[in-house]
């Protein structure tokens, strides 16, 4: 993606279910959690560069042992930090204590991270909020070895503020209103108020204290706690909690917004945002990895027991369709289909924009991850001149000659890898006059690659704000002297902000708002926008659940065609020479790809939950008020 744009995040989570000493004995290794857990997170590293979280827990310690552990990193490389921490405290008690070298009892009594029970986390500082503050897994402490809560999460809740006053109100004094401290505070409330209940009836049985903790951890039931906790949550989420006593769970939103797979043997229980990266570490196929169904949470005892419950009911499957497009890897089978499926749709509006001249057109991408819907894109021209080719064969009948069938069969689409990304440059220096002529540097191109007068078509995952492609992208490929640029997004128009996770908030952000605005200013239609503000503001003090998003309305005068018309006007840059064309995928074409995954509100507005209205209306108060903050 041209345009980087950020999201939250990753979570991986792993149950061990034998004793450390069978790692031990099959694996050569009673860190074999910890290793696997390292693969996990440095397989989903695309989720979140900006901080890595990992925390363990130890079960059936004694008291005054230490069973919990978490180490966290917002550094450069936040993944390599932790576990360049986690093996000098590991090698350091090695070295210091070699009698631990071949016993796992006292590795486990008295070397960190090694436990039965690990999480692991990746994330984006979305909000700039980059501290070590704000990277989980987030740790709730207490003496009760069961009140001990560990939460990490791929989320973002829309009604922070009003779940905040829900916390208040049970008479509690949460130390920020953060969604992450908020949904712990909200878990761990009625968790604090489970073990109470749980203590008190168990007295009455007639056990002591000490007797009653086995049985508390057995007795707990973390699906009531989960369906108290999660009651009035509005947003897309995965969240991954661990307890202090060995129980774990992990629980998925009514609509499937956020992913989560899930992968059991007789060894281990895997959870983790994306399925190849369960496939690729556990070295198990497809079928055997489970997606987790939307509003229901896997939940794994301390026992060893699992299972999946239904916690919230589900409501119609909006799953992020921008996991398929970009953020998830494309190493899984399903999104790889997905992605080329994507390239292939949008071939015909291609065509169209050329002339059906492929012999003068040469096809390229924009690295890295556009290459899947290239091959799409690719495979259907072969398609087309394929059909072409049969035709002109027939028609020549008895008059085919050898020349004029190899002449026919030289036609080939032309690929060439055009665009090439500079990973290493930064664009360090702040100051815009200067930092505008690096960004211009942060693509290459391949001299010789197109020949003067060609079309050159270049397909991107999607188009958000074009700021790389003005002032980038378009100026190098234009180097090439092509006739024509035909820039394709396998995405539709992005219209909306996302408030689920992904670090689109600002409406005036997206180039497609800003072409709309354009075309309302040519058509002498601007009032319309000043109705539109005073329809959203009237919304104001209405329930979400009332709350209609009235943006729509700024977009419905134009048909899709229009904007990405003026969207090519605007991306332009002053003294361009080739002609500039943008296609964008069609909804259409966009559900025909990712049939499973319909979550598709930052191009309709259809937002899956009452909460995405009220922060589309906010963001367009935001902006036409001139103020340049958050949604959400």
């Not at 989420?237 to 661990?242: D, E, F, Q, R, S």
């Not at 024509?484 to 708002?513: H, N, T, W």
Request: with cysteine.
């Amino acid at each position: 993606m041209s345009d980087a744009i950020k999201h939250e995040c990753g979570i991986s989570m792993i149950r061990l279910l034998k004793p450390l000493e069978y790692y031990k004995e099959k694996y050569g290794t009673a860190f074999y959690g910890v290793n696997k857990m390292y693969l996990m997170m440095e397989k989903q590293h695309n989720r979140g560069q900006d901080g890595a979280g990992f925390a363990s827990i130890k079960m059936d310690m004694n008291p005054g042992e230490r069973y919990m552990s978490r180490v966290r990193s917002a550094q450069q490389q936040p993944i390599q930090d932790i576990f360049a921490q986690i093996n000098e405290r590991i090698n350091t008690a090695l070295e210091q204590n070699p009698e631990y070298e071949n016993d796992v009892a006292l590795q486990k009594k008295n070397i960190p991270y090694i436990g039965e029970l690990l999480m692991g986390h990746v994330r984006y500082g979305t909000f700039g909020k980059n501290s070590i503050e704000s990277v989980h897994p987030f740790l709730r402490q207490n003496n009760w070895m069961h009140r001990n809560l560990i939460v990490a999460g791929n989320f973002n809740l829309t009604n922070v503020n009003e779940l905040f006053g829900n916390l208040v109100e049970l008479g509690q004094h949460p130390k920020e209103m953060a969604d992450t401290v908020t949904v712990m505070e909200k878990i761990g409330h009625f968790l604090d108020d489970a073990v109470a209940k749980l203590y008190k009836q168990i007295k009455k049985e007639g056990y002591n204290k000490r007797e009653a903790s086995p049985l508390i951890a057995e007795r707990l039931n973390v699906a009531k706690i989960l369906r108290k906790a999660s009651k009035n949550w509005d947003g897309g989420y995965t969240m991954g909690g661990l307890l202090g006593h060995g129980d774990a769970f992990v629980v998925r939103d009514p609509a499937g917004i956020r992913p989560a797979y899930y992968y059991q043997d007789d060894e281990v229980v895997v959870v983790a945002s994306e399925r190849p990266v369960i496939q690729t570490v556990f070295n198990v196929g497809y079928d055997e990895v489970k997606e987790l169904d939307p509003g229901h949470a896997v939940i794994i005892k301390k026992k060893g027991t699992v299972h999946s419950e239904e916690i919230l009911e589900p409501t119609e499957r909006k799953a992020c369709s921008f996991e398929r497009i970009y953020f998830s890897r494309g190493s899984d089978k399903e999104i790889y289909q997905e992605r080329k499926m994507l390239g292939k749709l949008v071939f015909p509006q291609i065509l169209k924009s050329i002339n059906n001249d492929l012999v003068n057109t040469v096809f390229s991408y924009i690295p890295n991850t556009a290459e899947t819907s290239f091959f799409g894109m690719v495979k259907e021209a072969q398609n087309y001149l394929n059909k072409r080719k049969e035709e002109q064969i027939l028609e020549l009948g008895t008059n085919i000659t050898a020349e004029k069938l190899n002449k026919i069969l030289d036609v080939r689409p032309r690929i060439e890898k055009v665009a090439i990304k500079d990973a290493k440059l930064r664009t360090f220096i702040t100051q815009d006059s200067s930092r505008d002529d690096l960004v211009a540097h942060v693509y290459d191109i391949s001299y010789g690659s197109v020949k003067k007068g060609d079309n050159l078509v270049i397909i991107d995952d999607s188009i958000v704000r074009g700021t790389t492609l003005k002032k980038s992208i378009l100026k190098i490929l234009d180097r090439l002297s092509p006739k024509k640029i035909v820039v394709v997004s396998s995405a539709p128009q992005i219209r909306y902000p996302d408030c689920y996770g992904i670090d689109m908030a600002k409406l005036e952000d997206f180039v497609a708002f800003k072409a709309a605005q354009a075309l309302h200013e040519d058509h002498g239609t601007t009032s319309k926008i000043k109705e539109i503000y005073e329809k959203c503001l009237a919304q104001k003090d209405s329930k979400d659940k009332e709350v209609v998003n009235y943006v729509k309305e700024f977009y419905a005068p134009f048909t899709a065609d229009q904007i990405s018309k003026k969207i090519a006007e605007i991306l332009s840059p002053k003294g361009i020479k080739a002609e500039v064309d943008i296609i964008y995928q069609s909804i259409e074409g966009l559900h025909q790809a990712c049939p499973k995954n319909l979550g598709d509100w930052y191009f309709t507005g259809d937002y899956p939950t009452p909460g995405g209205n009220r922060v589309v209306n906010r963001a367009f108060i935001n902006f036409y008020e001139g103020k340049n903050q958050r949604a959400y």
